[in-house]
């Protein structure tokens, strides 16, 4: 679709170039070929291509981003408690060393010939050998500790540091969306009214017929049973939105994009789904095209940018592109990548 799409895109800038080039001397320059609603189409459904992959990117960071906020507050927390666990250590050590400075530091064999009770004393020295004993536990203590504590705070640093990265990526992915989808807003707009209504109309009656509504319907196989109560649960949610508009990041209840679509219908089946049509290829099993059931993820392109829900008779229900709402479609419409059961 893209290379169909590009190839489109260069013959139109080819064409627009040759009519503008000057003709002979004083000739008035040709006006620019007006683009067909074909060209329109074929641009427009590249766009929307590309603003789909960058929506499944934009998602995934989306994803990554709350994950590693949790991370890192987490670890924040931790280093907090472990810091105060270690000051307040530190706080000790220093109360008993100041009391020995404070006792002047008398050496035990002084203390042993002066002392009125040696039996007394050596009593007292043995307590104090278990003290000292004891205060050196407490020194290797903080010392290892600290060392967690280094260890924990080289861990936030990077937390931190792919929190922004992936902040970035999130702005990134979301510039791109809006530029694709302003620049088929935009050749949309260079038709007339009645030309738009006319790719509108097509568009929902190509769908149908790709869906094969009525008699005309081709089965891949008589309509199997969903694989077990959550894939029909799941597969109710999902009718439950047609007609839904296409939102890029959106996961219902109102809106969705196609990996919102499957993951808010599982979620109602009870099942947690990777927010992604690439996480949602690895959420399961894979089976052949020809034994999919409804219920069935079915992932779509070699980057696997698109996810639709089987719901039997080749047939799939999904969220296709910005502009559209969530319809049934054929399941081979798209190149299939995967079909995977959860």
Known sequence: MLTTAAAGALALSAAAAAQAAPGTPGAPAAPPRQPSEQDVRQQVDALYAQAEAATERYDGARERLRTLRTEAADLQDRLARGQDAVNRMLGDLG??????????????GVQLMLSSDPAHYLDGATVVDRLAAQQADALREVTARQRALAQQRAEADARLAELERV??????????????????????GTLSAAQRARLAADDARGAELRAG????????????????????????AATSALGSPYFFG???????????????????????????????????????????????????YGDMHHVGMYVGGGTI?????????????????MPVAAVVRV
Do not use: M
Request: hydrophobic share 40%.
């Open 95 to 108: 109360q008993v060393a100041g009391a020995e400075y404070r006792s002047g530091g008398i050496d035990p």
């Open 167 to 188: 902040r970035s990526s999130l702005a990134r992915d979301k510039r791109q969306i809006q530029d694709r989808l302003g620049r088929a807003r935009a050749l949309l």
């Open 213 to 236: 509504r009525g008699a005309g319907r081709t089965a891949l196989a008589a309509l199997p049973a969903p694989a077990d109560n959550r894939a029909a649960a799941a597969v109710a």
């Open 250 to 300: 959106a996961a219902g209840p109102h809106a969705f994009d196609c990996s919102g679509l499957t993951s808010w219908a599982w979620a109602k089946a009870g099942v947690a789904l990777p927010r992604t049509s690439q996480g949602q290829a690895g959420a399961g099993r894979r089976v052949p095209l020809a034994d999919a059931r409804p219920g069935d993820l079915v992932i779509y």
């Open 317 to 333: 229900i999904h969220a296709p592109y910005p502009g559209a709402r969530v319809r049934y479609e054929r399941v081979d419409t």
